[in-house]
């Protein structure tokens, strides 16, 4: 079987890429090609800018696949350039939406299942997700591939923790490091509002599943863990597998979006609603789906793949916007401190962020970079 992952490298994709091969299927993918030192040599590399299908044609020539999945598409624009293009290369195109375009609030736990309200209107990337899930189905009308939607919901690997306001990916350290160092952490409306997590070889797993399978033809499927955790459960399992006294403050969602406006959509629109999902669906097309890692394990796999990394990078952003918000909060202390191997620049973003508003921040930032 003959597959192209569009992206190939990031937390998702990475993992459907590893359990392809596995699968010894023949794996291509196709990006800008900045983070592709560590892609399996057995992978076909196709070097392109998604941005700009003229290219994506000009560099796939007459190559065909069986499976496109398309890890790249946020908005029915981007689907509506690309998908003319790709979907002549292919039998099945998979579009990787997101669970978060399902209606949900912050007071039902019922589990979710694919039938359910859509879209979620208190988050505009959720809007435009759902926007292109649409887009693909109505254009898939006029070709000879079919579709599957598939909606991953809060997914990590070993490079990041899922916590629900987090650092920039690959910066994940930076919490780890955060809580050794004794600076609290903070979580929101007492941590009550209930989340799914799911580990990316799981998710993997699954999504290969559905490569060529019946069920999936023109079909949509979220793909999430039977693991749901409370928020104040995620940082106490942290806290626990760090072996540290839990330390964080509990914050009403509204403080945190004054302080932290950055995350006003995703608190609002996700992150302070309940989350629990009805795997039925996914299961009856791929029976051997098996979503086997707790959160403990998922969370001591991180902390042991930081403990052998041999580099540090930290975002100080994020560090010192928390200790702005805290700090206004009441918490006392809290300032610059050099986390292992951090560098020289580090207190200058530090010291930009922790005093400046964003805005000033970010303009003081670029100016200096």
Known sequence: MKILLLGGTGTLSSEVLKCSILHRYSVSILNRGKNNVNVDKDVSVYISDLRFPKTVDAVLSKETFDVI????????????????????????????????????????????????????????????????????????????CYYTIVRPYITYNNERIPWGIAPAYRFHRTIIERIKSGKPMFVWNGGTNYCTLTYSEDFAKALVGLFLNPKATNEDFHITSDYCYQWKDVLFTIYEELKIKPNFVDLPTSLIIKYLPEYKNELIGDRSLNAIFNNQKIKEAVPEVCFQTSLNEGIRRVIAYYETLSTFNYDFRYDARIDRMLSKCGEKGLHFIPYTNSTIHAKKTYLIYRYLPLRMANKLNEYIS
Request: proline content about 3%; charged content about 25%.
């Open 69 to 144: 999945v398309d890890f790249y598409s946020r908005t029915k624009e981007n689907i509506s350039s690309l998908f003319p293009i790709l979907s002549k290369r292919c039998t099945q195109y998979i579009f990787i939406s997101s669970a978060c375009v399902y209606c949900h609030n912050n007071e039902a736990t019922e589990a979710l299942t694919e039938k359910c309200g859509k879209p979620n209107k208190l988050w505009n990337y959720s809007i435009k997700k759902y926007e292109a899930e649409q887009q693909l189905i109505e254009m898939s009308k006029r070709c000879d």
